[in-house]
């Protein structure tokens, strides 16, 4: 009996030559991504995120303007990803760092402390970010924000061993929602607090020593 092929033999080279054009399409829309975010946070390193335009930043990545906007609509959508890009490396590099000890309240309040100083550093950017909908929304469903909270989560759990999971994991949450970009920029402009004082309150709610 003649063997009749399942899937048409033009059908499959037709697959093949646009599925290449697709992974093509993606390897490069990811090269873009990353070179204007490269690219932005070096301009930011000599101008301010208030003056610095969206065409100032397609030329120095040397991508067309229409490029640019396909992939970041308007200026809070780039501060956005270059805030989310800077919180991924900042939640990698503790993740390796307390990976390597049991977690102590010194180790703790060193983490809030480094944490302060990226929200005090990012407030620039953060302060931009009006134009994206749902953007605070979506960072509670975001795997960031899931990261961020586990991060946290492994340094109160063997800081008390009497509390249950439930409450690791609100705590944890909460923590992370005090600090949000909103909560934080009113404490430290509106109420004055500095971090110092902040960090010593953050340690008084878990219930940890800021002595120690």
Known sequence: MEYIPLVNTVYLDYLRDNLKGVIF??????????????????????????????????????????????????????????????????ITTTQAQIEQTTPTPATLKAVLTDYLAFRDANQALLNTI???????????????????????????????????????VFRSDMLVAMLKSEMYAFERQQRGLSNPYLLHELLSLLEVSSAD
């Open 25 to 90: 399409m993606r390897q490069d829309a990811q090269y873009n991504h990353q070179k204007i975010l490269t690219t932005a946070t070096h301009l930011l390193s000599t101008q301010d995120i208030a003056t610095m335009k969206m065409t100032d930043i397609a030329h120095a990545a040397g991508i067309g303007v229409g490029t640019l906007y396909r992939n970041y609509p308007n200026k809070s959508a780039l501060c956005l990803a270059l805030v989310y890009d800077r919180l991924r490396v900042f």
């Open 130 to 168: 009006s134009e994206v909908p749902q953007a605070g929304q979506d960072f509670y469903q975001s795997p960031l924000f899931q990261q961020l909270t586990d991060l946290f989560q492994k340094l109160l759990t063997p800081l008390h061993p009497d509390w249950s999971a439930q409450t690791i």
